[in-house]
């Protein structure tokens, strides 16, 4: 079991940036691939990014994809998602998640609570 807490979240102007951590809890955490999701209000939740449990491969949804980078540090247990150019549907509150493979969707077996960002027009 891993338990994940995301930071880094706030305000930001359109065309900004900024970089969301999420620390893990155990020894365990380069078994996990990792995640990133997130909700807007009114919406379901959404896939954003995935790394594998090495950090060799990434994956984006199209909507961030050449905006955001999607990192981890396997001695710092610590994955992170740097947002670059930021637009107001970037809005939501991000969450965290692992498992043990990658899923290109919200399947994730363990989350964090979120972390909110919104970014002005």
């Known amino acids: 079991q891993v338990q994940l807490e995301e930071s880094g979240g706030g305000l930001v102007q359109a065309g900004g940036s900024l970089r969301l951590s999420c620390a893990a809890s155990?020894?365990?955490?380069?078994?996990?691939?990792m995640g990133w999701l997130r909700q807007a209000p009114g919406k379901e939740r959404e896939f954003v990014a995935a790394i594998t449990r090495s950090g060799a491969s990434t994956y984006y949804a199209d909507s961030v994809k050449g905006r955001f980078i999607i990192s981890r540090d396997n001695v710092k247990n610590t994955v992170y998602l740097q947002m670059n150019i930021l637009k107001p549907e970037d809005t939501a509150v991000y969450y965290c998640?692992?498992?043990?493979?990658?899923?290109?969707?919200?399947?994730?077996?363990?989350w964090g609570r979120g972390t909110q960002v919104t970014v002005s027009s």
């Open positions: 155990g020894r365990t955490f380069s078994t996990y691939a």
């Open positions: 998640a692992a498992k043990g493979y990658v899923v290109r969707g919200v399947n994730w077996d363990y």
